[in-house]
């Protein structure tokens, strides 16, 4: 039975370290080879304040903390937010307008499918 259990336990181990490799990998940014130094997580927590300007068919504008926030995270990050997994209750094509709509200088983000 420990036999197994080992066995399920590296097997476990594995998986996570595939996922969590699959994670590093996708903080690559888009455009100049930049990458974005924090996690999808983290960028995905700073980002909050922009909630309700990225919901779908939302006329709220972004605020001035949500601008705050892209600033932060910068167009690497926020390419990687794009292009990540699926965000419940956010529409990406917002989402890649809040640079313009910030009024910063960010190159697009390349939206992969």
Request: hydrophobic share 40%; glycine share 8%; aromatic share 6%.
């Amino acid at each position: 039975m420990k036999l197994t259990h080992c066995y399920y336990s590296k097997s476990k181990s594995k998986s996570l370290m595939v996922f969590l490799l699959m994670i590093a990998g996708g903080l690559v940014g888009q455009g100049r080879g930049s990458t974005c130094g924090i996690s999808f997580f983290s960028a995905l927590i700073q980002m909050i304040p922009c909630r309700p300007a990225v919901a779908p068919f939302s006329p709220i504008p972004p605020s001035e903390a949500c601008c705050n926030a892209v600033r932060t995270i910068g167009q690497p990050c926020l390419c990687v937010l794009v292009n990540g997994p699926p965000i419940s209750g956010v529409d990406r094509n917002m989402a890649m307008l809040l640079p313009e709509k910030c009024g910063t200088n960010f190159d697009p983000c390349d939206m992969e499918k």
